[in-house]
Nanobody
Framework: QVRLVESGGGSVLAGGSLTLSCKFS????????MGWFRQVQGKEREGVAG?????????KYADSVTGRFTISKDTAKNLLLLQMVSLKPEDAAVYYC???????????????????WGQGTQVTVSS
């Protein structure tokens, strides 16, 4: 059974940086497309960034984070990372890691495409 555990959330001032980590276990990490999502209470879960399992590991970002967030996979350590810089108050949310065993670049930011989810980590950004 795939298990995802996020870490790295916290509180920062606007303009600050955080790096989120997601530890993957339970299957062959190299077979999975991975994504980061975020959710504010009362709102739908929003796709932030995704990386496809296809050979060139194509990446997709939400427009709201392009240029500020970077997603990456550390396949040696089974980690998914999300480096976040220039954080804004509107980035505050619970951030979730997700995994899916197939390739779907066009839908990387669609929550419905993912099979496994972590428990989430809180990011707070103060102005």
């Amino acid at each position: 059974q795939v298990r995802l555990v996020e870490s790295g959330g916290g509180s920062v001032l606007a303009g600050g940086s955080l790096t989120l980590s997601c530890k993957f276990s339970g299957d062959a990490y190299r077979l999975y497309s991975m994504g980061w999502f975020r959710q504010v209470q009362g709102k739908e879960r929003e796709g932030v960034a995704g990386i496809s399992v296809d050979a060139d590991g194509r990446i997709k970002y939400a427009d709201s984070v392009t240029g500020r967030f970077t997603i990456s996979k550390d396949t040696a350590k089974n980690l998914l990372l999300l480096q976040m810089v220039s954080l804004k108050p509107e980035d505050a949310a619970v951030y979730y890691c997700a995994a899916a065993r197939n390739s779907f670049y066009a839908s990387l930011l669609r929550a419905q495409k993912y099979d496994y989810w972590g428990q989430g980590t809180q990011v707070t950004v103060s102005s």
